[in-house]
């Protein structure tokens, strides 16, 4: 019976270290995959954006390889190396596999044996889209070393190795008394292993047993967290480092634009400089904050008592020549000394984005588009409205529509030009209002337009 109960000991242990092992690695190598890609589709846009000016992208590509410890290659769509962050290929011509499928228009990744050193090879297609239709003209080719993905498996297979023997040895002298009491929680820990292995990140297990295999099971579930909080971590970081620059970005490019036309004014020239310069300072704020903020949540406001109706204006204000250049009207009412405390910068933020998403989605087939945002103020609330007559969102969507890397236009509305986004601005607003104790509905119909309704409690 001893012997029985020995086997069966090494066999449960076994299983679960092989199955243990082999999901962490390729957890490990799937997240260092989506890393990649994640890198490398930031990358792409970077080189599209960039295409006239090669310096400054060799410099963005650089940065990028520096911050994923990987090399960076940009291809055109003739195999020619035209961005090479160790600049040593730059000018020669590449022909692997995966450059060959992303000029096909797919991504592509692979594991190699280079030099006695596991490499991870990804690449990713640069499509412009011309108006007409989407072309690929080249590719992004990162190479990353696996070496410590490698170390750290072996590491985890002699560390799960030295706790089985300990295990195995304990368990000699104490299987018969103990038999039932250990076999219960090492088939919790093989199912978990297995839902683990099968993609379900964050599984937890129930802890029954202050033993050995307890503390294996807060470790598992420590891991499993773990895991799961770096896989969404890393999405939501870039996503966001994305959506909260170009913000202030299309703030300033909206004033220069201003200026730009006809002859103005030296106080409106000093007016509009004074604004670029507040979108400035904020967009090096972003870029300070963004830097030492991982995840979304770990936004630290900055309350203080404001005018919510004067932040309003002032959003209202910088975002009119934005508006007026693409024939949205912008209406303000009911504005008035309403002081409320919050973040001034990120409610600002707030009515930057709704306005913003009103302006994008515009309906171009009507002649008359219009922005209406109301301020009310009743005796336990504060409630401001943001409504507009644009292409408007499907009422099967609105339940998602905060959810980051959600798109509002679907496919069954055909907006006659390409709108750019990264789904994830909506998502923001809601993060932000919830930190504020605020909320924030929406009520939409397609082809007749979307209203926002901020509810501020008193």
């Not at 008035?336 to 009103?358: G, H, P, Q, W, Y």
């Not at 529509?401 to 601005?425: C, D, H, P, S, T």
């Not at 924030?440 to 979307?450: M, P």
């Amino acid at each position: 019976m001893l012997i029985v109960y020995s086997l069966i000991i090494i066999l449960g242990f076994s299983v679960f270290g092989i199955l243990m092992v082999d999901n962490y690695k390729d957890t490990r190598k799937k997240s260092m995959e989506i890393r990649l890609f994640q890198t490398a589709n930031v990358v792409a846009d970077t080189y599209k954006a960039n295409m006239d000016d090669i310096i400054y992208a060799r410099f963005m590509v650089k940065s990028y390889g520096q911050q994923a410890d990987s090399r960076i290659l940009v291809v055109d769509k003739d195999k020619k190396v035209l961005i090479d962050n160790y600049n040593s290929f730059i000018g020669k011509t590449l022909n692997n596999q995966e450059i060959r499928t992303s000029l096909k228009g797919e991504s592509k990744s692979g594991v190699y044996e280079i030099e006695d050193k596991t490499v991870l090879h990804i690449s990713v297609p640069i499509i412009m889209n011309d108006g007409l239709e989407f072309k690929v003209i080249g590719a992004v080719l990162i190479s990353s070393s696996m070496d410590s993905l490698v170390q750290d498996v072996e590491d985890l297979k002699n560390t799960m190795f030295k706790i089985a023997i300990s295990a195995l040895i304990i368990s000699l002298i104490l299987t018969i008394i103990f038999a039932n009491r250990i076999t219960k929680p090492l088939r919790k820990l093989t199912y978990g292993v297995e839902k683990l292995s099968s993609g379900y990140l964050g599984f937890h297990i129930e802890e029954e047993t202050d033993d050995e295999i307890g503390q294996l099971i807060q470790n598992f579930n420590s891991m499993s967290h773990t895991l799961n909080n770096i896989e969404q971590n890393r999405k939501t970081f870039i996503n966001s480092i994305s959506h909260e620059l170009k913000t202030p970005l299309t703030s300033i490019k909206a004033l220069i634009d201003s200026l730009s036309i006809g002859d103005n004014p030296l106080d409106t020239y000093k007016e509009y400089l004074k604004d670029i310069y507040s979108e400035t300072a904020r967009m090096e704020d972003l870029v300070n904050y963004l830097m030492t903020s991982i995840k979304l949540e770990d936004i630290v406001l900055d309350i203080k008592k404001h005018d919510i109706g004067s932040i309003l204006e002032d959003t209202v204000k910088i975002m009119t020549p934005y508006a007026e250049k693409n024939g949205v009207e912008i209406i303000l009412e009911n504005t008035k000394n309403t002081m409320v405390l919050c973040d001034k910068n990120r409610v600002k933020e707030v009515f930057f984005n709704l306005i913003d998403n009103a302006i994008k989605y515009k309906d171009e087939k009507k002649g008359n588009n219009y922005v209406l945002i109301t301020l009310n103020k009743f005796k336990d609330t504060i409630v401001i409205s943001v409504k507009d007559n644009g292409l408007g969102i499907d009422r099967n969507n609105l339940s998602n529509i905060f959810q980051g890397g959600f798109r509002v236009l679907g496919k069954n509305i055909n907006k006659g030009k390409n709108v750019e986004g990264y789904g994830i601005g909506l998502a923001i607003v809601n993060n932000i209002l919830t930190k504020h104790n605020w909320t924030i509905s929406a009520d939409s119909s397609l082809k007749l337009g979307s209203v926002f309704t901020i509810t501020i409690p008193i």
